[in-house]
């Protein structure tokens, strides 16, 4: 039995790490090709749309492919907003849609599904509240594509993945094409500016070592880069893909600290403590004594990061995960004015507290009570001011659906990392890009035991889709 074990986990090893290195030099490459000549990453979007709407359709989902093709969207959402090479805003998030209702057009969804069917339904009302108050192009332009487009992502994520069983090795194909793009947003940012200019540095969001885009958003994404990255060196034992990911943490923790926001490096931080808990509970004695190694190795490679970057920002980058400003002085609000918002929010809801004020409505609520005009940095306090009780419904289909999927299998060893990432990131960002929702979905996968699947020696690998 043990070596049966030991044969499965080898062909999982194997599997799972020998396409790698062809597909990190190829996201590298188009990195430096895009940096070259921005328009070449239009043809990127078109090429991955593409190839992954067709093995999709090819396929019929058999393999999951709609899974893997929303995946890379999801990681590589930033990076053409960034360059430019979209149609739409939101194609990000309307892409991740398409390919899990295409995904389920093949091979369905799980029965167990009717509290996000519930989820769904219950945003709908706020649409017709705000048509009442707002013009036509507004509601469907703005409410739509800005406010919901994200929830809907979300709950169309949670449809395609609660209840449905996938291997191990389809889960790290996942990882997989989550993480390249992000590897090519942060080669490309290294590129677009190699070396800081002190000059340079914003202490509230670094647009120079940001592409000139939001530093909020990149943060975000090279934070979830850094934790997938962190997870490989556990789940991965090859040692020298250990040793390529372990500089690519580097690499891609420094890019994330440097955007000086503090948003997405923190949920990483989080990110990465909630998995290291589950995956050495889950361990035998044996593997323990291996990831008590790993722990350290990552804990000094963490250490010696924040000293590099703190070194390269002057001390500025100390002084900004310490809430104080350039001149070393303690600030008073380490929101950095998010609570306010929220307190608007909770008093548009106070205020309606039936069905709320209405899809996109609260941007002109704190406009009227604050005399500023942005956007929630909150999502479960918009979906409370904007919807009202049927927002406090979502707000709670939403955490405990997972936590008594969580609790009736504990067999996905990403849950608990997963769901922190999304909560605290749609509480600093709101659902500004598709990750929190895609992510949030990935938490409700059934991860099908190694144990529990037969010995195949004689089949053919299935290659690594890239």
Request: glycine share 8%; net charge positive; proline share 2%.
């Given at each position: ?76 959402e930033v990076f053409w907003r960034m360059t430019s090479a979209t149609i739409f805003y939101e194609t990000g998030k309307y892409g991740v849609i398409l390919f899990l209702l295409i995904g389920m057009f093949f091979k369905g969804a799980s029965s167990k599904t009717v509290p996000y069917w519930i989820y769904l339904l219950v945003l709908m009302p706020g649409i017709i509240i705000a048509s009442m108050a707002l013009d036509y192009d507004t509601v469907f332009r703005k409410a739509i594509a800005f406010n919901l487009a994200g929830p809907v992502c979300l709950g169309v994520s949670a449809l395609y993945c609660y209840y449905k069983k996938i291997t191990r090795y389809e ?296």
């Amino acid at each position: 039995m043990r070596a049966a074990l030991q044969y499965r986990d080898d062909v999982f090893q194997k599997a799972i790490s020998s396409e790698y290195v062809r597909i990190l030099l190829l996201h590298l490459g188009i990195a430096f090709a895009v940096n070259t000549y921005e328009k070449l990453a239009f043809f990127h979007f078109l090429g991955a749309f593409g190839y992954f709407l067709f093995i999709t359709i090819q396929n019929e989902n058999r393999n999951n492919e709609a899974l893997f093709g929303a995946a890379y969207l999801v990681g590589a959402e930033v990076f053409w907003r960034m360059t430019s090479a979209t149609i739409f805003y939101e194609t990000g998030k309307y892409g991740v849609i398409l390919f899990l209702l295409i995904g389920m057009f093949f091979k369905g969804a799980s029965s167990k599904t009717v509290p996000y069917w519930i989820y769904l339904l219950v945003l709908m009302p706020g649409i017709i509240i705000a048509s009442m108050a707002l013009d036509y192009d507004t509601v469907f332009r703005k409410a739509i594509a800005f406010n919901l487009a994200g929830p809907v992502c979300l709950g169309v994520s949670a449809l395609y993945c609660y209840y449905k069983k996938i291997t191990r090795y389809e889960m790290e194909k996942v990882i997989i094409m989550l993480l390249m793009p992000l590897i090519t947003t942060m080669a490309y940012l290294h590129l677009y500016t190699p070396r800081l200019d002190q000059s340079l540095i914003s202490m509230s969001g670094n647009y120079a070592a940001t592409g000139g885009y939001g530093p909020n958003q990149i943060s975000t994404v090279l934070g979830m880069g850094a934790f997938l990255l962190v997870t490989r060196l556990f789940v991965i034992r090859t040692r020298w893909i250990n040793i390529v990911d372990l500089f690519l943490l580097g690499v891609m923790s420094y890019r994330a600290m440097v955007t000086f926001s503090r948003g997405g490096v923190i949920t990483a931080f989080i990110c990465v403590v909630s998995f290291i808990i589950i995956w050495y509970y889950k361990q035998g004695a044996a593997e323990k004594t291996r990831i008590n190694f790993k722990v350290g190795v990552l804990l000094l490679a963490m250490f010696l990061s924040w000293i590099f970057t703190n070194f390269q920002t002057g001390g500025l980058i100390f002084n900004r995960y310490t809430n104080r400003n350039a001149a070393g002085q303690l600030k008073d609000d380490i929101t950095t004015g998010r609570a306010e918002l929220v307190e608007t929010e909770l008093e548009g809801f106070y205020h309606n507290p039936v069905l709320g004020l209405g899809v996109g409505k609260g941007y002109d609520f704190r406009k009227e009570e604050l005399g500023i005009e942005i956007a929630s940095h909150s999502e479960i306090s918009r979906l409370l001011s904007e919807h009202g009780m049927l927002g406090v419904v979502a707000v709670l289909i939403l955490i405990f659906v997972p936590l008594l999927f969580w609790l009736k299998f504990k067999n996905n060893y990403y849950f608990l990392a997963f769901v922190a990432f999304w909560f605290l990131t749609i509480n600093h960002s709101a659902m500004r890009i598709a990750m929190p929702a895609f992510v949030y979905g990935l938490a409700l996968l059934y991860i099908v035991d190694d144990k529990k699947q037969p010995v195949q020696k004689k089949k053919p690998m299935e290659r690594l889709v890239v």
